[in-house]
T-cell receptor, first 112, second 114 residues
Framework: GDSVTQMEGPVTLSEEAFLTINCTYTATGYPSLFWYVQYPGEGLQLLLKATKADDKGSNKGFEATYRKETTSFHLEKGSVQVSDSAVYFCALGNTNAGKSTFGDGTTLTVKP | DSGVTQTPKHLITATGQRVTLRCSPRSGDLSVYWYQQSLDQGLQFLIQYYNGEERAKGNILERFSAQQFPDLHSELNLSSLELGDSALYFC?????????????FGEGSRLTVL
């Protein structure tokens, strides 16, 4: 079945540091890929998405590129802020499987 | 605000009891999904309903059941509760049947089983 593997956390960075959170997936067909973010005490919300190979999703300074050849969708941000502290989930939505599959989440803490 | 409403926000109960969690999806969304988030198992897909019908099933225990009503709200029923059922239960909704679009999540219902 489908699966999503993301970088284990927690990750702690200083403000303005570069962020990479790795995500790889296994799926049949051509899934859509997502990054969701969960701020403390809140539900998940969509951060960015990509629907086909080589698409780049971007939002709030975060970027991720759909790499079919490496089955990856790594999340990057050039300069993190304290307000980016949250849990980040990589996910895929697959018509073949009929469901969305989420990674385990990576907790990011940014220190001033 | 995602537009998805979940009640109750917090619930404390004892082992062996039964609880019902409620979800109102975003206006116009026909699909409702239930997820369980626990510390050691991440976000686990439980079940999906689309326009009143069950469409996909994940790792949902037999002690758990769900339904979606004609007004599209959904309820997740958890019975014979065990300590291990303590978790955050999320409801999400989307426009489509297929899961290739954005999911809109509620703030979750935190269940504590003592």
């Amino acid at each position: 079945g489908d699966s999503v593997t993301q970088m284990e956390g927690p990750v702690t960075l200083s403000e303005e540091a570069f962020l990479t959170i790795n995500c790889t997936y296994t799926a049949t067909g051509y899934p859509s890929l997502f990054w969701y973010v969960q701020y403390p005490g809140e539900g998940l919300q969509l951060l960015l998405k990509a629907t086909k190979a080589d698409d780049k999703g971007s939002n709030k300074g975060f970027e991720a590129t759909y790499r079919k050849e490496t089955t990856s969708f790594h999340l990057e941000k050039g300069s993190v802020q304290v307000s980016d502290s949250a849990v980040y989930f990589c996910a895929l939505g697959n018509t073949n499987a009929g469901k969305s599959t989420f990674g385990d989440g990576t907790t990011l803490t940014v220190k001033p | 605000d995602s537009g998805v409403t979940q009640t109750p926000k917090h619930l404390i109960t004892a082992t062996g009891q039964r609880v019902t969690l409620r979800c109102s999806p975003r206006s116009g969304d026909l699909s409702v999904y239930w997820y369980q988030q626990s510390l050691d198992q991440g976000l686990q897909f439980l079940i999906q309903y689309y326009n009143g019908e069950e469409r996909a099933k994940g790792n949902i225990l037999e002690r758990f059941s769900a339904q979606q009503f004609p007004d599209l709200h959904s309820e997740l029923n958890l019975s014979s509760l065990e300590l291990g059922d303590s978790a955050l239960y999320f409801c999400a909704s989307s426009e489509d049947l297929v899961p290739t679009g954005e999911l809109f999540f509620g703030e979750g219902s935190r269940l504590t089983v003592l």
